[in-house]
């Protein structure tokens, strides 16, 4: 039968050639065969590839990208996911493509999965408009998509089960007017009736090879093809299977994979210097620690500790200053050989200062100097930031700053001829201009920015007595708040500069005989400033930071690291920066930041490639702060880190560990609040998802089996709660109390600590459980069940809200009493309710049903519930405002007490005292929350890395109230 179908395709497409050119006749039967493409080096003619039946195919990127190869066989065309593809029409509409019944298979290995893979397809999707058809893969499995006369979306049909990278698989999309079909190596994978009738086309679209491709999308595959074939039947599955074993031996066998090293602790690579660093992991069983350490020029080397045990040191010597490098962790098991998953560690991201040439330097003048410079820095706990001496002498305080510590000093001095003899000492000793800098002019003359500094000195002061040449509040406007430090002394009359110094509060720190030596004043945190300790702000998940003094007019304060390049893509709904004690924190593709938050000096950094957390809709984020520690979820493990240093200091690990991952996880009134999953049990976001649509791999939960308290100072277990499958994404905490929705239906609960598809989920209960021992306070059945894209929870004031939007993109709101409450009946009288009451619902379309419109976070600002494109009053419900800005881009909002932020066609702000609208022109945040109002700044870090759209800046920015300058 084969061979007769394919002679009469054949013979109708000879029939519609002209003039030598090849076009599919509109006629052709339904039975036909419409393609055949053998994508071998002897089809290749040219830039042409010789169709066996249909339309030829133009490759592009042929050479570089895209290449034909023979060996090993079977001949293929390798995709290397760059701009490449193989085009069969730029028009569908000439090749009467087939409508009836339609059967489309390829051979294909996929070499690296992505959210929107294409093997052959004709087709348009852009959310609105879905129309034809596609045979590729979501993410790791294979998928088939038609649409149909009636339907107006595409039907995704994805197989049941995941597909290996670089594995030869034959797979088959089937159609046949009712039911939709896919097979993988000759077997179904999945079955759909939601398209009936005949396919429908878009008017014009590409058919291609080896991409996804409509007018305004294009993904190229990374993977080989070998063969495709197009059908106007729908083959049988006994056809199907026949056609598989036909070619299957010709394939090679999968390569037996290694058994894979999991790694209990780490793996970390934390800098010593320009060249070297330092490589650490754990495992749970003791074995040598070696690693396989591939270099950018492609050398591997095998390094060893030459040690036995879990715990593991290796020192990186001699990298290169901007390359790529590839690690595997190796080890032995049961007699067997394992290896960890492959790594990367791009040494580019080194964001220290230059080293000081100390040889040039020679000998310090003054011979005391060099004691105190270090009393300086230990009294103003200062080793990275920005110095500031206040009126010079001759350079020599300034150098030994730099000598012993990695501040980027400033000496101001008014004296044009001491300032030229200064510069002069400091270049000759080689740091001028990389690591020190001398500026004319007065503090007075606002020659340098407010709130900038985290060290202020005076070598005037410090080696002749005399105060320096600025007033007491000139300096104290330049010292960066929460912790920026002015320090006088030795010599010279304390009690004149605590005069000069004024009301601000200092202490004298006196020698062992009594008398003072050094008087230090530290600048606290700005009196009405908030901080953004959580995914959503705070553990309440009110998106409002409460900070008084972000509003209004707004400039640059500074910019600058980390840019694009250590980010990862924009789209996955990547955790939000934090920023907490006056520094802020950035989470990179495997990264982790600490700055500064009021001039952006890059603190620290180190790669864990183990840390990745993404679709924060349904799921949480895995890093909080708390004062001057960053909690950070490492696969099992909650890390403590030492804000200031990147040092980890302690870790909390959860029970039966082996088998479990840390999930969520909350810092509130010195406890810290966590969940357990099983492993795994995390969304990667590492393929170019998006996490936008009404599918199940978009819109399934993270649930936790379990949820605990932990006394963070001593790692002692306070409580734990085991119930239903608690929803991740619902986990809020105010006032005391632990607030979650979990589901009590036995298939969920079965299945608590892993994702979940929505439809499991049902037998809601909200629950309360006591913040300090974990007992139940209350527990109530809710229908949640509109809440299907995403499930959020919010608190404030004695309220919850539950809020979601169904499939049809439609919002529901539920406003629940979290305490007893009097409210008013509508008859007037004043009843009072439970906790878990239902207060007031509300039920509205999506103002914005596309780019996240249907995904959006409420803020709370005061007693008012934004939500979409509305504002609600918390306590009865009723519609305040329907005025909300525009919202173009794909981002959620965050707010302070005055002001609201979001991605428009830029960064955008909202002054909700003047109603103005404003944006920050060439800059946009990434897909999710990255604009975070906190310590009287609006803090910009880097997240559109990916993004194709139309800006061009792409850098981490601090902007400050105009009215603080």
Known sequence: MFDRVSFLGALLVVLACVGGGLRLAKAAEPGAVFGHWLLEPSRLDGNRLKALTGPDGTPEGLGRSLRFVASPGPGHAEFLGQRSRIEL??????????????????????????QWGGIIGALQDNGTYEKGWLLGFRNDRFSFAVNSEGQKSLTYLTADRAFEPDRWYHVAGVYDGTTQRLYVDGELAGESTDQKGA???????????????????????????HEVRLLGSALSVAEIAKRHLAKRDAFPKPKPKPKPLAIAYGPFV????????????????????????????????ELTTGQTGTRHLLTLRDLVLDGEYRYQILGSAAGLSVQSKPY??????????????LAQAGESKQPNLPGLAGQILELADARAGYALVLGGVDGSLALELVRQSDLQVVVLEQDAERVKAIRAALDDAGVYGVRASVLVGSLGERTLGPMLFNLIVSERHLLGGQLPPATGAEALRSLAPSGGSLVLGPAG?????QRWLGQAGSRLVRSDDGKARWLVHERPRLAGAGEWTHQYGNAQNTSCSGDDLVKGEMGVKWWGEPGPRPMPDRGPRNPAPLSADGRLFIQGDRMLFGLDAYNGTVLWSFSSPEMRRANIPRDSSNMVAAGERLYLVQGRYCIGIDGATGERAARFQVDEGRGHDWSYLAAVDGMLIGSRVKRGAVYLGDDGQWFENFDAGDISRVTSD?????????????????????????????????????????????KAGTIQPIHRLGEQHLVALDLRTGKPKWDRAHDFSKLQYMTYLVYADGTLVATGSDKKKHFHTYAIAAVEKAVEAQDGERTIIPPGSLIWEDHHAAGKDHHSGHLQHPVIIGNTFFSDQWAFDMRTGKQVRDDLPERRGCGTMSASNHSLFFRHYFHGMWNLDTNKRSQFEGIRSGCWLGLIPAGGMLLAPETSAGCSCTHSIQTSVGYLPRTME
């Open 89 to 114: 029409s730029p028009n569908i509409a000439d090749l009467g493509l087939p409508r009836r019944e339609l059967t489309v298979e390829a051979w294909v290995s996929v070499g690296k999965p992505m």
């Open 199 to 225: 396919i429908v086309y878009p008017p014009k679209a590409w058919m291609t090879l080896g991409a996804y491709q409509d007018d305004d999308e294009f993904f190229s595959m990374t993977g080989r093809l």
């Open 270 to 301: 934390d800098w010593v210097d320009r060249t070297t660093a330092t490589l650490s992991w754990e495992v749970d069983e003791p074995m040598k620690g070696r690693v396989r350490w591939s270099m950018p020029s492609g050398q591997s080397v």
């Open 344 to 357: 990367k560690f791009d040494s580019s991201f080194y964001y220290r200062l230059p080293a000081t040439p």
């Open 493 to 497: 009359e304390l009690g004149q500069a």
């Open 706 to 750: 379990r949820l605990f308290g932990v006394d963070p100072k001593n790692g002692s277990r306070a409580w734990g709660y085991s119930g239903g499958a608690i929803v991740n994404s619902t986990i809020t905490i105010g006032d005391g109390v632990v607030y979650f929705i979990e589901s009590r239906a036995g298939a969920a609960v079965e």
